[in-house]
Structure formats: C-alpha cells, structure tokens
Nanobody, 128 residues
Framework: QVQLVESGGGLVQAGGSLRLSCAAS????????MGWFRQAPGKEREFVAY????????YYADSVTGRFTISRDNAKNTVYLQMNSLKPEDTAVYYC?????????????????????WGQGTQVTVSS
C-alpha cells in the first residue's frame, strides 16, 4: 500500500520561501492526480493545489495563486510545493494526498473526499 511522506516544513519569516516535498513508497504516484491541503489550528483542512497525473495541468486556491507552485517528478515518485512570499496566514500543517481513483474528474480534486491516501503532514510556521 502506498505511503506518502512530506518534508521541507519549518519556520520562516514573512516574505520567505519554502519547498515542500511529498515522497511515495510502496506504490506509484504515476497516473494519479496529486494534491496539497493544509490545516491551521482550530480550522478545517483546506485545499491548496492539485496537479494532473502528467504534470501538465495545475489548479490553485485563490489564497495561494501567484505565490505557490505545485510540480511533480514521476520518475522520483515525488510531488513538490514551492511556496514563495509566505504570509503568517499560511501557517498550518501541510498534507499531500493521492487521488482515490484515476477516474475521478480532474475538477473534483479541490475536495478532500477525492483523495484516499494522505501523508502525516509537515508543519509550516510563518512569523511576522
């Protein structure tokens, strides 16, 4: 069964950058849409970005558009989230997830229910 492990989180000042990685083991990411979500203390998990199986199409939440970039390297079985111009409100635990099926509509991947495999999360803290 595939397992996802996020890394790259940490403490950064506002305006700084971080690059998150999500590495898979025990299975493949190829052929699946991959997404990033985040959850701040006391808040529900929210969508951040997703990427098509080929990497050719991406979609972002309005709050991160223009600042975050999702990408993938299928040969390395890894998905990335480049985060620039970070703001204190980006502070959260960031999770990567694999789509529950190759047949789920691409446009449905802003919903957590479209995914069935999640990583344990990596903490991102942005100080003001």
């Amino acid at each position: 069964q595939v397992q996802l492990v996020e890394s790259g989180g940490g403490l950064v000042q506002a305006g700084g950058s971080l690059r998150l990685s999500c590495a898979a083991s025990g299975g493949t990411l190829s052929g699946y849409v991959m997404g990033w979500f985040r959850q701040a203390p006391g808040k529900e998990r929210e969508f951040v970005a997703y990427i098509s199986s080929s990497g050719g199409s991406t979609y972002y939440a309005d709050s991160v558009t223009g600042r975050f970039t999702i990408s993938r390297d299928n040969a390395k079985n890894t998905v990335y989230l480049q985060m620039n111009s970070l703001k204190p409100e980006d502070t959260a635990v960031y999770y990567c997830a694999r789509s529950r099926s190759r047949f789920v509509a691409f446009s449905a991947h802003s919903y957590a229910g479209s995914y069935d495999t999640w990583g344990q999360g990596t903490q991102v803290t942005v100080s003001s």
